[in-house]
């Protein structure tokens, strides 16, 4: 899978403070595990290195490379074949081996799956071979006190380590996923509510009317002459106008109530636990705090609103036809002159709208 740069470099900086860890603390591990059998100094050398200057070194190739997602790979690769390596120089010690490479391949399970879990085994396989080659084939599978004693931090610490930085992944990723969440429901313009999910909102409030006997209340909401404001003015005065009814439909609004734009220059509220009577007088606060409001692009310009209103009725069959009454409303408030806001019971006098 392709990944970006920046993702890769936030891969490697994930994994540079567990593997400075894990290699520092495995150094002990390795080096009770080699005590005993009289290697030359070279071998001492790389293991230093291994343990602590590997670490840098592999977080800075993964840095300076134009892919450091796949440079992290693989030095997650070369960690495996060090993991391999140790095991043969070991002569293949029961407890340092399967600790070594048992925390190698959890690195590689969390980094990449089966398949680079895969992957990292054959690069421990790669690791004996050379460790064969150089040193010759050897068996020495005991484990002494000390050397049980070297292992513990690696077996009790590095594991806590590991498991810290996958909570904090886990901790990220729901933060994004409630992002994604919010996004996916809000209307990037207004911020408030979008289209689907308001309906949603609508169908769950109308079951719940149904089901308990509540009274609510729905209001749709029409910016008077938008066309000619966009028209006269410019789409960017248009914008500011949904945005400045958004805020003071926040500010006129209580906390329970549910607001989200319809679509176009078209707003809709829902009203939980309000008659129509109480709403209208709401619906009337905030067009008559709009008619105040003035926007900086145009500060001639007049912004009015048309409001229709429709209760919950046990006579409408579902969530559509309570929109249908509010809609209806509408209609009559723009049809009656504009700048006013209409019931569903005024709307039964009037003619539904012409369509197209």
Known sequence: ???????????????????????????????????????????????????????????????????????????????????????????????????????????????????????????????????????????SPETRLEQLYACLPMLVLYPLSLGLVCYRLTIQLADHKRALRAVSRTDSLTSLYNHGYWKDLLQVEFLKCRGHHQRATVALIDIDHFKAINDTHGHIVGDSVLRLLSERLVQNLRSEDLAGRYGGDEFCVILPNTPPVLAKEIMERLRESLGDVRTELAPELRITLSIGLAGYSPYQRDASDWLKDADQALYVAKSSGRNQVSMANDALHHPPPVEG
């Open 1 to 139: 899978m392709q990944r970006n740069a920046g993702q890769g470099l936030s891969f490697a900086r994930r994994l540079y403070a567990p593997r400075l860890f894990g290699l520092g603390v495995g150094f002990f591990c390795v080096a009770a595990g080699l005590w005993y059998l009289d290697k030359p100094a070279w071998v001492w050398a790389l293991l230093v290195f291994n343990g602590y200057l590997w670490p840098h070194l592999a977080f800075q190739l993964a840095k300076h490379s134009p892919t450091p997602y796949r440079a992290e790979h693989r030095n997650l690769l070369i960690d495996s074949v060090f993991g391999g390596f140790w095991t043969g120089a070991m002569q293949f010690n029961a407890l340092p081996s399967v600790t070594i490479l048992s925390m190698m391949a959890m690195n590689n399970v969390a980094a990449g799956g089966a398949r680079f879990f895969l992957a990292g085994s054959l690069a421990q396989l790669t690791g004996v071979v050379i460790a064969l080659l150089v040193f010759g084939p050897a068996f």
